[in-house]
């Protein structure tokens, strides 16, 4: 019997490179025109963030030249191997590891926001990851407590509204995961704060800053990205509407092989392009 993964590999190899050509087309300047269709509610909430956002640039970075690194970064640095002419890096997650926060954040796919009364979801289509953004008044770990908590992929995370911002604390984080595409460090020490911003009822600011003296010598402040809320025609298919509607979980799988993931989403992306 042949597996999920094996029947919809020929369709998510042709997904793949449509992808490839749509982005050297600059897609998102064509999703330009659909998201900004969309009717304005002058009497939205800014504090309600509900709904399925994607960035408005491709941009896996924190979008800003990092400061120098201090003799620790450039040592953790050390045998990270990032994509260049049409060689392929060593990335964890090419290796069915997880992004990771903040990389799975700046990726190129949707994500949703989900209000609670104690805390807000933020959901990612790819890897199918939830981050628990808690709002119940608890500390950030610190001390001995997080010494204790340990490293996690995407980190322990708090938040609280400062006027009309939403200001989130993550730490905690594990190094392993790089920062961004070119093999950046953070290290467990590090706090990295995140600001969301709703500006009007169908566009969110978003910043970055992590603060890193063991790795960095001054914080990094991350340039302002501006996510769009996604039209529901371009989250449905096949009548199924939603974040996890497309027709590819972008999930590596061991039990999906390895090999065929990398051949099917990793090689495909990083073929060097047609001169």
Same mark, same amino acid.
């Given at each position: 019997?042949?597996?999920?993964?094996?029947?919809?590999?020929?369709?998510?190899?042709?997904?793949? *490179?449509? *992808? !490839?050509?749509? @982005?050297?087309?600059?897609?998102?300047?064509?999703? =330009?025109?659909?998201?900004? %269709?969309?009717?304005?509610?002058?009497?939205?909430?800014?504090?309600?963030?509900?709904?399925?956002?994607? !960035?408005?640039? *491709?941009?896996?970075?924190? #979008?800003? &030249?990092?400061?120098? *690194?201090?003799?620790?970064?450039?040592?953790?640095?050390?045998?990270?191997?990032?994509?260049? #002419?049409?060689?392929?890096?060593? %990335?964890?997650?090419?290796?069915?590891? &997880?992004?990771?926060? /903040?990389?799975?954040?700046?990726?190129?796919?949707?994500?949703?926001? $989900?209000?609670? =009364?104690? =805390?807000?979801?933020?959901?990612?289509?790819?890897?199918?990851? $939830?981050?628990?953004?808690?709002?119940?008044?608890?500390?950030?770990?610190?001390?001995?407590?997080?010494? @204790?908590? #340990? /490293? %996690?992929?995407?980190?322990?995370?708090?938040?609280?509204?400062?006027?009309?911002?939403?200001?989130? @604390?993550?730490?905690?984080?594990?190094?392993?995961?790089?920062?961004? +595409?070119?093999?950046? /460090?953070?290290?467990?020490?590090?706090?990295?704060?995140?600001?969301?911003?709703?500006?009007?009822?169908?566009?969110?600011?978003?910043?970055?800053?992590?603060?890193? &003296?063991?790795?960095?010598?001054?914080?990094?402040?991350?340039?302002?990205?501006?996510?769009?809320?996604? /039209?529901?025609?371009?989250?449905?298919?096949?009548?199924?509407?939603?974040?996890?509607?497309? $027709?590819?979980?972008?999930?590596?799988?061991?039990? +999906?092989?390895?090999?065929?993931?990398?051949?099917?989403?990793?090689?495909?992306?990083?073929?060097? =392009?047609?001169?």
């Amino acid at each position: 019997m042949r597996t999920r993964f094996s029947t919809l590999m020929p369709v998510l190899m042709s997904v793949v *490179l449509l *992808l !490839q050509v749509a @982005n050297a087309q600059d897609d998102k300047e064509k999703f =330009k025109a659909r998201y900004e %269709a969309l009717p304005s509610d002058a009497s939205f909430d800014r504090h309600d963030l509900s709904g399925i956002w994607t !960035q408005t640039k *491709l941009d896996h970075s924190l #979008g800003t &030249p990092n400061p120098p *690194l201090t003799p620790a970064g450039v040592a953790a640095m050390a045998g990270r191997i990032v994509d260049r #002419g049409g060689v392929t890096g060593n %990335a964890p997650w090419y290796a069915c590891n &997880p992004m990771g926060f /903040p990389r799975l954040m700046n990726d190129d796919e949707p994500m949703e926001f $989900i209000m609670t =009364k104690d =805390k807000i979801l933020q959901v990612f289509q790819w890897e199918h990851r $939830i981050r628990y953004l808690w709002t119940d008044g608890r500390d950030l770990p610190s001390g001995e407590n997080l010494e @204790n908590l #340990g /490293p %996690a992929w995407y980190g322990h995370s708090v938040a609280k509204w400062e006027g009309n911002k939403l200001v989130v @604390n993550t730490v905690g984080l594990e190094e392993r995961a790089w920062l961004d +595409n070119a093999g950046h /460090p953070k290290s467990f020490h590090a706090r990295i704060e995140e600001t969301w911003e709703r500006v009007d009822s169908n566009t969110l600011e978003n910043q970055l800053t992590l603060y890193d &003296p063991e790795y960095y010598t001054a914080p990094y402040v991350g340039s302002k990205k501006i996510y769009k809320r996604m /039209p529901l025609d371009a989250i449905t298919y096949f009548g199924w509407s939603g974040l996890f509607a497309g $027709i590819s979980e972008g999930i590596c799988a061991p039990m +999906n092989e390895v090999e065929g993931y990398n051949k099917g989403f990793r090689d495909l992306g990083t073929k060097p =392009k047609d001169k």
